[in-house]
Protein backbone atom coordinates (compact mmCIF):
# COMPACT_ATOMS: atom_id res chain seq x y z
CA UNK A 1 0.00 0.00 0.00
CA UNK A 2 1.35 3.50 -0.92
CA UNK A 3 1.78 5.74 1.88
CA UNK A 4 0.22 8.69 -0.35
CA UNK A 5 -3.10 8.04 -1.71
CA UNK A 6 -4.51 10.80 -4.02
CA UNK A 7 -8.24 10.76 -5.54
CA UNK A 8 -9.35 11.05 -8.29
CA UNK A 9 -6.31 10.34 -10.76
CA UNK A 10 -7.74 12.14 -13.84
CA UNK A 11 -10.23 14.89 -13.42
CA UNK A 12 -12.05 16.90 -16.05
CA UNK A 13 -14.64 19.91 -15.53
CA UNK A 14 -15.66 22.96 -17.72
CA UNK A 15 -14.68 26.29 -16.31
CA UNK A 16 -15.96 27.61 -13.97
CA UNK A 17 -16.29 24.31 -11.90
CA UNK A 18 -15.83 23.98 -8.02
CA UNK A 19 -13.00 21.53 -8.16
CA UNK A 20 -11.72 19.16 -4.98
CA UNK A 21 -8.84 16.37 -5.12
CA UNK A 22 -8.25 14.42 -2.30
CA UNK A 23 -5.00 13.00 -0.37
CA UNK A 24 -5.33 10.24 1.95
CA UNK A 25 -1.89 9.27 4.03
CA UNK A 26 -0.84 6.40 6.25
CA UNK A 27 1.96 7.76 8.38
CA UNK A 28 1.97 10.30 11.21
CA UNK A 29 2.95 14.12 9.81
CA UNK A 30 3.56 17.21 10.68
CA UNK A 31 2.43 18.98 7.32
CA UNK A 32 1.43 18.23 3.91
CA UNK A 33 2.45 19.98 0.92
CA UNK A 34 0.51 20.32 -2.52
CA UNK A 35 2.36 20.60 -5.34
CA UNK A 36 1.30 21.92 -9.34
CA UNK A 37 2.84 20.61 -12.41
CA UNK A 38 2.38 22.09 -15.43
CA UNK A 39 3.20 20.26 -18.77
CA UNK A 40 7.11 20.30 -19.51
CA UNK A 41 8.16 19.32 -15.85
CA UNK A 42 7.80 22.42 -13.65
CA UNK A 43 6.66 21.89 -10.16
CA UNK A 44 5.46 25.15 -8.23
CA UNK A 45 4.68 24.21 -4.29
CA UNK A 46 0.96 25.74 -3.96
CA UNK A 47 0.97 25.30 -0.18
CA UNK A 48 2.33 23.73 3.27
CA UNK A 49 0.09 23.33 6.05
CA UNK A 50 -0.07 21.36 8.93
CA UNK A 51 -3.33 21.80 10.43
CA UNK A 52 -6.93 23.56 9.27
CA UNK A 53 -7.49 25.49 6.52
CA UNK A 54 -4.84 27.67 3.54
CA UNK A 55 -5.92 29.67 1.14
CA UNK A 56 -4.63 31.95 -2.39
CA UNK A 57 -6.43 33.27 -4.77
CA UNK A 58 -8.99 30.67 -5.64
CA UNK A 59 -6.97 27.77 -4.07
CA UNK A 60 -8.13 26.66 -0.55
CA UNK A 61 -6.45 23.67 0.86
CA UNK A 62 -7.74 21.75 4.23
CA UNK A 63 -5.74 19.07 6.36
CA UNK A 64 -6.98 16.91 8.64
CA UNK A 65 -4.21 15.42 11.27
CA UNK A 66 -6.46 12.92 13.18
CA UNK A 67 -8.45 11.67 9.93
CA UNK A 68 -4.84 11.44 8.23
CA UNK A 69 -6.62 13.34 5.23
CA UNK A 70 -6.21 16.71 3.22
CA UNK A 71 -8.08 18.34 0.09
CA UNK A 72 -7.26 20.78 -2.27
CA UNK A 73 -10.68 22.86 -3.95
CA UNK A 74 -10.17 24.88 -6.70
CA UNK A 75 -12.83 27.71 -6.97
CA UNK A 76 -14.45 28.95 -10.46
CA UNK A 77 -12.19 26.65 -12.05
CA UNK A 78 -10.02 27.99 -15.53
CA UNK A 79 -8.31 26.19 -18.51
CA UNK A 80 -5.04 28.12 -16.91
CA UNK A 81 -5.78 25.45 -14.42
CA UNK A 82 -5.11 22.72 -16.22
CA UNK A 83 -1.94 20.46 -14.49
CA UNK A 84 -0.99 17.86 -12.60
CA UNK A 85 -1.66 18.62 -8.82
CA UNK A 86 0.12 16.29 -6.30
CA UNK A 87 0.67 16.22 -2.66
CA UNK A 88 3.30 15.43 -0.67
CA UNK A 89 4.67 13.90 2.27
CA UNK A 90 7.73 15.20 4.58
CA UNK A 91 9.38 12.44 6.06
CA UNK A 92 12.56 11.74 7.26
CA UNK A 93 13.95 15.01 5.21
CA UNK A 94 12.40 14.51 2.17
CA UNK A 95 9.11 14.29 0.04
CA UNK A 96 7.20 11.04 -0.30
CA UNK A 97 4.79 12.01 -3.40
CA UNK A 98 1.70 11.22 -4.24
CA UNK A 99 0.92 9.74 -8.12
CA UNK A 100 -1.29 13.08 -8.59
CA UNK A 101 -4.89 14.08 -9.88
CA UNK A 102 -4.35 15.63 -13.83
CA UNK A 103 -6.69 18.15 -14.03
CA UNK A 104 -8.28 19.51 -17.29
CA UNK A 105 -10.82 21.98 -16.98
CA UNK A 106 -12.42 22.64 -20.49
CA UNK A 107 -13.60 26.36 -21.11
CA UNK B 1 10.82 30.86 -12.12
CA UNK B 2 11.82 29.34 -8.95
CA UNK B 3 14.96 30.30 -8.42
CA UNK B 4 16.66 26.59 -8.90
CA UNK B 5 18.23 26.07 -12.44
CA UNK B 6 18.85 22.72 -14.17
CA UNK B 7 20.86 21.97 -17.17
CA UNK B 8 20.59 20.62 -19.46
CA UNK B 9 16.96 20.47 -20.10
CA UNK B 10 17.01 17.45 -22.24
CA UNK B 11 19.32 15.18 -22.78
CA UNK B 12 19.07 12.35 -25.40
CA UNK B 13 22.27 9.53 -25.21
CA UNK B 14 22.68 5.94 -26.21
CA UNK B 15 22.47 3.08 -23.79
CA UNK B 16 26.00 2.49 -22.39
CA UNK B 17 27.06 6.47 -22.01
CA UNK B 18 27.75 8.22 -18.87
CA UNK B 19 25.85 11.39 -18.27
CA UNK B 20 25.79 14.44 -15.79
CA UNK B 21 22.96 17.02 -14.91
CA UNK B 22 23.71 20.14 -12.86
CA UNK B 23 21.71 21.59 -10.37
CA UNK B 24 21.88 25.28 -9.13
CA UNK B 25 19.84 25.78 -5.86
CA UNK B 26 19.23 29.20 -4.40
CA UNK B 27 21.79 30.24 -3.09
CA UNK B 28 21.02 30.79 0.27
CA UNK B 29 19.60 27.40 0.74
CA UNK B 30 21.28 24.87 2.42
CA UNK B 31 19.57 21.67 1.25
CA UNK B 32 19.54 19.89 -1.98
CA UNK B 33 17.27 17.08 -3.49
CA UNK B 34 17.42 14.56 -6.70
CA UNK B 35 14.00 13.19 -7.33
CA UNK B 36 13.39 11.15 -10.51
CA UNK B 37 9.99 11.48 -12.55
CA UNK B 38 8.75 8.70 -14.97
CA UNK B 39 5.96 9.43 -16.97
CA UNK B 40 2.73 9.50 -15.51
CA UNK B 41 4.01 8.89 -11.71
CA UNK B 42 4.83 11.20 -9.06
CA UNK B 43 8.75 11.96 -8.44
CA UNK B 44 10.46 9.67 -6.18
CA UNK B 45 13.41 10.71 -3.97
CA UNK B 46 16.73 9.77 -4.84
CA UNK B 47 19.58 11.60 -2.41
CA UNK B 48 19.40 14.75 -0.51
CA UNK B 49 22.04 16.96 0.86
CA UNK B 50 22.86 19.68 3.83
CA UNK B 51 25.44 21.31 2.70
CA UNK B 52 28.54 19.61 1.43
CA UNK B 53 26.99 16.50 3.15
CA UNK B 54 24.71 13.71 1.10
CA UNK B 55 22.61 12.70 4.50
CA UNK B 56 20.65 9.78 2.33
CA UNK B 57 20.22 7.74 -0.54
CA UNK B 58 17.53 6.14 -1.69
CA UNK B 59 17.75 2.16 -2.92
CA UNK B 60 16.48 3.26 -6.20
CA UNK B 61 20.16 4.92 -6.60
CA UNK B 62 22.40 2.15 -7.83
CA UNK B 63 26.05 2.10 -8.07
CA UNK B 64 25.79 3.43 -11.47
CA UNK B 65 24.19 6.51 -10.13
CA UNK B 66 26.58 9.00 -8.00
CA UNK B 67 25.50 12.72 -6.86
CA UNK B 68 27.69 15.57 -5.45
CA UNK B 69 27.26 19.14 -3.74
CA UNK B 70 31.60 19.48 -3.43
CA UNK B 71 31.47 23.01 -2.06
CA UNK B 72 27.27 23.06 -0.60
CA UNK B 73 26.29 24.93 -3.70
CA UNK B 74 25.61 23.51 -6.98
CA UNK B 75 25.36 19.36 -7.46
CA UNK B 76 26.26 16.86 -10.23
CA UNK B 77 24.20 14.18 -11.06
CA UNK B 78 25.98 11.32 -12.70
CA UNK B 79 24.85 8.23 -14.29
CA UNK B 80 27.52 5.44 -15.65
CA UNK B 81 26.55 3.10 -18.24
CA UNK B 82 23.07 4.31 -18.54
CA UNK B 83 19.98 2.14 -19.84
CA UNK B 84 16.84 2.31 -21.40
CA UNK B 85 14.94 2.69 -17.99
CA UNK B 86 17.01 5.37 -16.83
CA UNK B 87 14.73 7.54 -19.05
CA UNK B 88 12.80 9.79 -17.05
CA UNK B 89 13.14 13.65 -15.75
CA UNK B 90 15.33 14.15 -13.10
CA UNK B 91 14.41 17.12 -10.51
CA UNK B 92 16.53 19.28 -8.28
CA UNK B 93 15.19 21.05 -5.43
CA UNK B 94 16.05 23.06 -2.61
CA UNK B 95 15.39 24.41 0.67
CA UNK B 96 16.31 26.21 3.73
CA UNK B 97 16.49 23.83 6.87
CA UNK B 98 17.78 24.70 10.32
CA UNK B 99 18.78 21.05 11.08
CA UNK B 100 18.43 17.56 9.82
CA UNK B 101 15.40 16.99 11.64
CA UNK B 102 13.47 20.32 10.24
CA UNK B 103 11.92 20.39 7.07
CA UNK B 104 11.35 23.47 4.95
CA UNK B 105 9.37 24.01 1.68
CA UNK B 106 10.71 22.59 -1.30
CA UNK B 107 11.59 25.17 -4.57
CA UNK B 108 11.81 23.08 -7.62
CA UNK B 109 14.06 23.23 -10.85
CA UNK B 110 12.48 22.89 -14.35
CA UNK B 111 13.97 19.07 -14.73
CA UNK B 112 16.48 17.43 -16.94
CA UNK B 113 14.61 15.38 -19.29
CA UNK B 114 16.89 12.10 -20.27
CA UNK B 115 16.26 9.51 -23.07
CA UNK B 116 18.20 6.61 -23.26
CA UNK B 117 17.85 5.14 -26.98
Known amino acids: KNEVEQSPQNLTAQEGEFITINCSYS?????LHWLQQHPGGGIVSLFM???GKKKHGRLIATINIQEKHSSLHITASHPRDSAVYICALPLVGKLIFGTGTRLQVFP | DTGVSQDPRHKITKRGQNVTFRCDPI?????LYWYRQTLGQGPEFLTY????????KSRLLSDRFSAERPKGSFSTLEIQRTEQGDSAMYLC???????????????FGPGTRLTVT
Open chain 2, 49 to 56: FQNEAQLE
Open chain 1, 27 to 31: VGISA
Open chain 2, 93 to 107: ASSTNRDRGSFGEQY
Open chain 2, 27 to 31: SEHNR
Open chain 1, 49 to 51: LSS
